[in-house]
C-alpha cells in the first residue's frame, strides 16, 4: 500500500466511508465539469424512488441499443436519374500531349503553324 503518496486527510477516513457531494460546475467557455466537495456530517441523500406505475420493469431480452443501426428511408426523386456521361480519357491523353507539344515548340522558337 502507498500510504506515502496519500495526503493525510485520506489516511483518516477509509475510501468507502468518504461521502461527497458533486456539483457540477460551468467554466468561462460554458464546459461543464464536476466539482466534489466534502459532505457534511448531517448531510442526508436524497432518496429516489419510482413513482408512477409499479408494474413498469426493464426489458432485458433485447440487445444494447446501436443508434447506427436505424434504417433510413430512401430519399423519393421526383425527376428520373439521368444517365452519367463519360469521360473519353484517351482523347484527353491526347490533347494533352498536343498542348504539351505546342508549349514545347514556342518555347524552342518555333511556328506553331504547319
Same mark, same amino acid.
Given at each position: 500500500?502507498?500510504?506515502?503518496?496519500? !495526503?493525510?486527510?485520506?489516511?483518516?477516513?477509509?475510501?468507502? $466511508?468518504?461521502?461527497?457531494?458533486?456539483?457540477?460546475?460551468?467554466?468561462?467557455?460554458?464546459?461543464?465539469?464536476?466539482?466534489?466537495?466534502?459532505?457534511?456530517?448531517?448531510?442526508?441523500?436524497?432518496?429516489?424512488?419510482?413513482? /408512477?406505475?409499479?408494474?413498469?420493469?426493464?426489458?432485458? $431480452?433485447?440487445?444494447?441499443?446501436?443508434?447506427?443501426?436505424? /434504417?433510413?428511408?430512401?430519399?423519393?426523386?421526383?425527376?428520373?436519374? !439521368?444517365?452519367?456521361?463519360?469521360?473519353?480519357?484517351?482523347?484527353?491523353?491526347?490533347?494533352?500531349?498536343?498542348?504539351? $507539344?505546342?508549349?514545347?515548340?514556342?518555347?524552342?522558337?518555333?511556328?506553331?503553324?504547319?
Amino acid at each position: 500500500m502507498d500510504a506515502f503518496k496519500k !495526503k493525510p486527510d485520506e489516511l483518516a477516513t477509509p475510501q468507502g $466511508e468518504r461521502r461527497r457531494i458533486g456539483m457540477i460546475v460551468h467554466d468561462e467557455r460554458g464546459n461543464a465539469s464536476v466539482d466534489w466537495r466534502d459532505a457534511p456530517v448531517d448531510h442526508e441523500r436524497p432518496v429516489l424512488e419510482i413513482l /408512477g406505475d409499479a408494474s413498469l420493469s426493464v426489458q432485458t $431480452e433485447q440487445a444494447s441499443f446501436d443508434p447506427y443501426a436505424r /434504417g433510413r428511408k430512401p430519399r423519393e426523386t421526383t425527376r428520373p436519374a !439521368k444517365p452519367g456521361t463519360r469521360t473519353d480519357l484517351r482523347r484527353l491523353s491526347e490533347h494533352i500531349k498536343l498542348m504539351r $507539344e505546342l508549349e514545347a515548340r514556342k518555347r524552342r522558337g518555333e511556328d506553331g503553324e504547319d
